[in-house]
């Protein structure tokens, strides 16, 4: 039987899986690695556990698989940026890590100076500290010697995919797929290409970039204990969630809550720039065609559930906040600010921070606690609610990523958007997209990858109301605390 190895780099741990040409998931290894937050806004993870944590979970699924693997795909988080030298390989600085927000002063110059027009024509995105390009400037202007090094090519850059295939494969390849360049703010979507006025605006050499493939190009030999696999399959993570579940037509819409929450729609071959907080992307590049995409961007998510069971040490599990949930939806009038690193969409604001409003004497740790899974469901309906006030038809909403193993939660957020919520039966679509974009770059077609919906969360009408009005309360502490900023 043919199988593929899948290798799920994320924000929180490294995953590897081998699945079936079925993409049935046949054995698995994961391995947590820990971020760093050496100053306010700052998110830091050392290259090397990256590297160290993908390796041993690859070693882990191939020694519990004696048969050969086919080929295998890579799926990363995005826009984390990591510099290293061509000579050594050694990063010379930790990956900044896509929540990172040191860079938000250049951001607001450069806007002030009006280049958002302009940097949203080229490459669909916002200028935001969150892309890469603004901590590839920050490494080249404050590690000693590097800007000097980068221009005379001593210096690499790449998020994480290119670093990961520069350190595992045979070749030593300096590459990329269309959908990780896209999230560089350096990649011109229209033209599909390295964008060199935008290298000049962030004064980056294109000496360090990688080269720019297809998503189920060919990127290198895999060698391990031994082993070889030839990789051809990359794609960045959430765009590997919209193939894994297999939004291959306009108006399928993913959404993934992982580490943070990220919202796809299919546009297919439309360019669809939205003007308020909606960013345009490739949504993936395979047989040739490319696929565009809009995306809403959460920064915290499954992360505030961390919060909660780490520091405020509210539950022991994640798996546990499910029971502290008030199954009337209601907090009582407590109120979350879901803002450890800023907000992304639609409010694109990098001083805002977290916060819980209107405690009482009264408000309990289950208040505290749906507040905050509530604060999810809401972001997600400010952006649903761009979608229709944008026109965007949407034809399913499809949900996946760790915190969708909580039903509870699935349940509220069907009730606050109104509508039908379904969720495959495995809930790993990221690790899946990478799978079937490898399959696909072995010759599979399009058409034969089957969607595995599992579940579907239909909305209670009568909690229609109570929704309503709560969102629209959380929305006011939102806007109130953000124009306090200002
Ligand atoms: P990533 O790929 O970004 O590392 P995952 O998709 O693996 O994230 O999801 C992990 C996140 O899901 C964690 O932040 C965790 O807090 C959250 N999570 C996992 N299980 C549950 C649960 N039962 N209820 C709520 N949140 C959960």
């Given amino acids: 039987m043919t199988k593929f190895l899948a290798i799920d780099q994320g924000t929180t741990s490294s995953r590897a899986i081998v699945f079936s040409?079925?993409?049935k998931l046949i054995t698995d290894s994961q391995q947590e690695y820990?971020?760093?937050?050496?100053?306010?806004?700052?998110?830091?993870?050392?290259?090397?556990?990256?590297?160290?944590?993908?390796?041993?979970?690859?070693?882990?699924?191939?020694?519990?698989?004696?048969?050969?693997?086919?080929?295998?795909?890579?799926?990363?988080?995005?826009?984390?940026?990591?510099?290293?030298?061509?000579?050594?390989?050694?990063?010379?600085?930790?990956?900044?890590?896509?929540?990172?927000?040191?860079?938000?002063?250049?951001?607001?110059?450069?806007?002030?100076k009006g280049y958002e027009k302009m940097v949203r024509e080229k490459t669909g995105l916002v200028i935001d500290p969150y892309f890469s390009a603004t901590k590839i400037?920050?490494?080249l202007d404050n590690v000693e010697g590097a800007r000097k090094k980068a221009e005379s090519g001593e210096l690499m850059f790449g998020t994480i995919d290119s670093f990961l295939l520069y350190n595992l494969t045979k070749e030593k390849v300096h590459l990329t797929d269309v959908t990780n360049a896209s999230r560089t703010m350096l990649f011109n979507i229209n033209t599909m290409d390295w964008d060199q006025d935008l290298l000049k605006l962030f004064d980056i050499p294109d000496s360090i970039l990688p080269e720019v493939k297809p998503c189920d190009g060919e990127f290198g030999t895999l060698v391990t204990e031994g082993k070889e696999i030839k990789i051809n399959g990359v794609i960045g993570d959430q765009q590997s969630a919209l193939v894994g579940q297999t939004c291959f037509k306009s108006?399928?819409?993913?959404?993934?809550?992982?580490?943070?929450?990220?919202?796809?729609?299919?546009?297919?071959?439309?360019?669809?720039?939205?003007?308020?907080?909606?960013?345009?992307?490739?949504?993936?590049?395979?047989?040739?065609?490319?696929?565009?995409?809009?995306?809403?961007?959460?920064?915290?998510?499954?992360?505030?559930?961390?919060?909660?069971r780490d520091k405020m040490e509210f539950f022991q599990h994640a798996s546990m906040s499910e029971e502290y949930l008030n199954n009337n939806g209601s907090s009582n009038n407590v109120h979350f600010l879901p803002a450890?690193?800023?907000?992304?969409a639609p409010y694109w604001n990098s001083e805002v921070r977290g916060g819980f409003y209107g405690i009482t004497q009264d408000s309990s740790k289950a208040d505290m606690i749906t507040a905050a899974f509530k604060s999810i469901c809401y972001q997600t309906r400010d952006i649903t609610e761009l979608l229709q006030e944008n026109n965007i038809e949407i034809s399913s909403l499809l949900i996946d990523g760790g915190m969708t193993a909580n039903s509870a939660f699935c349940e509220m957020l069907s009730c606050v958007l109104q509508e039908?919520?379904?969720?495959?039966?495995?809930?790993?679509?990221?690790?899946?997209?990478?799978?079937?974009?490898?399959?696909?770059?072995?010759?599979?077609?399009?058409?034969?990858?089957?969607?595995?919906?599992?579940?579907?969360?239909?909305?209670?009408?009568?909690?229609?109301?109570?929704f309503d009005s709560d969102y629209h309360s959380w929305k006011q502490y939102i806007n109130k605390t953000i124009s306090n900023i200002k």
């Fill in 340 to 344: 450890f690193n800023g907000l992304g």
């Fill in 251 to 308: 108006g399928d819409m993913k959404s993934t809550y992982g580490t943070g929450c990220f919202l796809m729609v299919n546009t297919k071959k439309d360019i669809i720039k939205l003007d308020e907080g909606l960013l345009t992307t490739v949504g993936y590049q395979l047989n040739n065609e490319v696929n565009y995409a809009i995306e809403g961007s959460i920064y915290s998510c499954g992360n505030i559930i961390q919060w909660l």
């Fill in 137 to 139: 400037k920050w490494i």
């Fill in 21 to 23: 040409s079925e993409q």
């Fill in 34 to 112: 820990s971020l760093s937050y050496p100053h306010d806004g700052w998110v830091e993870a050392n290259p090397v556990d990256i590297l160290n944590t993908v390796n041993e979970t690859i070693n882990n699924v191939l020694n519990k698989t004696p048969e050969a693997i086919s080929s295998c795909g890579i799926t990363n988080q995005r826009e984390t940026t990591v510099i290293w030298s061509s000579k050594t390989g050694e990063a010379i600085y930790p990956a900044i890590i896509w929540q990172d927000r040191r860079t938000h002063n250049l951001c607001n110059e450069l806007k002030s």
């Fill in 420 to 466: 039908n919520i379904l969720k495959p039966a495995n809930i790993e679509s990221t690790a899946l997209g990478a799978c079937v974009v490898a399959q696909i770059g072995e010759g599979e077609s399009i058409d034969s990858i089957q969607s595995n919906i599992e579940e579907t969360y239909e909305p209670r009408h009568d909690m229609k109301d109570f």
